[in-house]
Nanobody, 128 residues
Framework: QVQLVESGGGSVQAGDSLRLSCAAS????????MAWFRQAPGKEHEFVAGITGSGLSTDYADSVKGRFTVSRDNAKAMVYLQMNSLRPEDTAVYYC?????????????????????WGQGTQVTVSS
């Protein structure tokens, strides 16, 4: 059973930084892509960032490009989201997710993948 557990959320001021972590368990970690999504109140789920199993390729939503960095430590089965220069519009529940497509054989584009497994989410609140 794949399990994803996020941590690191909190309340910060605009311009501050936060680092989210996601611990994965239940299967081989480095075979699968990982992604971060977010959902703000009254809005749809939004792709934030993704990273391939090898960690060699990443993808970012335009709204976070240049401010957020996704990374992974396959030895620890962890994925991270470093968030800098936070803005009030970044306020949301952030979710870690992974797919069921080993090595991206069926869909290589990180933002187009079907993410099957999700964590419980961690709240990020940015005040102005």
């Amino acid at each position: 059973q794949v399990q994803l557990v996020e941590s690191g959320g909190g309340s910060v001021q605009a311009g501050d930084s936060l680092r989210l972590s996601c611990a994965a368990s239940g299967r081989t970690f480095d075979t699968y892509a990982m992604a971060w999504f977010r959902q703000a109140p009254g809005k749809e789920h939004e792709f934030v960032a993704g990273i391939t199993g090898s960690g060699l390729s990443t993808d970012y939503a335009d709204s976070v490009k240049g401010r957020f960095t996704v990374s992974r430590d396959n030895a620890k089965a962890m994925v991270y989201l470093q968030m800098n220069s936070l803005r009030p519009e970044d306020t949301a529940v952030y979710y870690c997710a992974t797919d069921n497509d080993p090595y991206g054989r069926h869909q290589a584009h990180l933002r187009l993948k079907l993410y099957t497994y999700w964590g419980q989410g961690t709240q990020v609140t940015v005040s102005s």
